[in-house]
């Protein structure tokens, strides 16, 4: 079948769906893994770094080869924003038992889960093999406390009971690993069958390059419309796109362990993207070959990739752009995990904005940074929600909202600035004609006092003269002492503007080395920080052990107390982190966690209350202050 001249065969950052699954290519053997171990195991875990493929593998790789097993249903879930997601979970099962046997299955989507999959295998005969893909975003919905949610306990029912002909397979996040705990009392063998799905090998990449190509060659009839992509191109794409290598956001690290082999894999979603890309340029100039020219004069993988959101972006006017600093933040937590908000909500923390957000978020969603989430069957009077399309967008998300806000910030102080220049500025003006209205007026004097007798004349006019030169030396005062201060206020603003660029920096301690020697000044050694750390009880996949680290200041070791600082932003300077950057405030006393296992050197960049106090930075070795909690 001819395909449509706007198909392209890669997808750039959305994940490849069934459909697509004669264009995916280089998991292979993942696939045939995957569906093994989800045939042979109740319960199998699949996890892997934000941005691996975990959706596209089970869609276009392991959904196909599963569908084509008889006697077998496959149900895949993924909707954990909505409040009847276990509603929905059921009434899946049901339509794929249906659709694998041809027959619509009596059971009652009202009884637990345990027993509608115990009921609908046994009146139907079929295996029941349920993906629940993206995994993480359950528990971010549906916290513990929430006593109302029986899926755990009919979930682990599930999987324990021997007499259900049905097995689980968990896709997530590396990072959300921990989280599964949650079901560790429940489920006896929770890690058992743990598998890791990593980034492409360079010949599997090479694969999900030039096989694409092909079968996108195969369906065209004439031969002139085929594509062909230069050998040249395919090495110098692999080699750009390595894992580390490139990123949507200058401080966006990757949030899960790493190790020497990933160094040498390639990230698929920034494989995609610059493929896609190069794709439209080569259609949009009439070619039929994608050529290692035309990256070149795109800046190569790091550019097409680094500045994806910030074209999107550019589009917007700038009240859009503030618009969208309003609820970036929103839609991703500080941790890197994407959240759904709904149309109306987002409309009540627009403000006085509420009537831009449906054409910025429309925009937004046909340029692939949103995704647009329907509302449950039978709800349409409830507004969409909305989400950011892929993980690895998400710090890139971040990153242009703290450079938004950020500028803002320095374009207010400007302003601020510009504004005390004027208004001192139209003082010295009164002050000048003041002055020049009373020289008038003794002017006036001195012409009518002249009258009466050359001495007094001469003597006026020395009187003048002197104090011309003493209001003149004044002014001149005045100008110099309003220069120096605007000059000492520049100066603050530049060098802290330096300081937190070099705090942002993917050196930042090599560029904050120069700069200590300049303005020791800005370097904070009175403030004293502790870290504190507890075991969690369990390792991670390496075997080491799993801590809660806290970071904070010594409440007794600030100057002017913890009023004096308004806020505190910790850098967390070291790959291994998603989010680099973390906010703190007063209320939760300056404090930054996480679990891992081991210890980083992180920048603080301290902000007082005093807005005519700049900011500071500590460096904080967490190894050497570290005691047990």
Known sequence: MTLPDSFCPYVGLQPYTEEERDFFFGRERDQRVIASNLYASAMTVLYGASGVGKSSVLMAGVVPLLRAKPRTAVVVFRDWQRPDFLTALKGECLKSVALATGKTVKTNVDIPLDELLFSAGNESGVTILILLDQFEEYFLYHPESD????????????????DIDANFLLALREDGLSRLDRFRARIPNLMGNLLRLRHLDAAAAEDAIRKPLAAYNDRQDKPESAMTIEDELVSTIIDQVRSGSVSLAPAAGAGQPQDAEDD??????????????????????????????????????????????????????????TLCAGFFDRLVTPSGTKVACRLDDLGKWAGDLADQVIPVVTLLSESRILR??????????????????????????????RRFVEQQAVEEIRREEQKKHDQERAERKRELELQQSKVKSRQMRIVATAALCVMALLAGLTFYAFQQRTEAGRSRDMAVSSQRLAEHRLHRIKDSIALIKAALSDEPFRN????????????????????????????????????????????????????????????????TFTVQLVATGPDDNFTVAYDGWGTINVIALIEYSDPEEAPTLAIIDMRKVMMPE
């Open 372 to 401: 647009t989430i329907a509302p449950p069957a039978g709800q349409a009077a409830t507004p969409p929600s909305y989400e950011i399309f892929h993980d690895v967008l998400a710090p890139a998300v971040l990153d242009w909202r």
């Open 147 to 162: 006593a109302s949610n029986p899926f755990d306990g009919e979930f682990a029912r599930a999987v324990n009971r021997d």
């Open 264 to 321: 040498t894999r390639i990230e698929t979603p920034f494989l995609q993207l610059v493929l896609t890309r190069l794709w439209e340029e080569e259609l949009g100039a009439n070619s039929r070959t994608l050529r290692l020219a035309t990256l070149q004069r795109l800046g190569g993988a790091q550019e097409i990739v680094r500045t994806h959101l910030d074209a999107v972006m550019a589009k917007l006017e700038p009240r859009e752009q």
């Open 512 to 575: 904050l080395d120069r700069l200590s020697a300049s303005t020791p000044e800005l370097f904070n050694r009175k403030i004293k920080f502790k870290v504190t750390y507890k075991s969690l009880g369990f390792k991670n996949p390496d075997g080491r052990d799993v801590y809660n680290f806290k970071l904070f200041p010594d409440p007794a070791s600030i100057p002017g107390g913890k009023k004096s600082i308004s806020s505190i932003t910790y850098r967390m300077a070291h790959p």
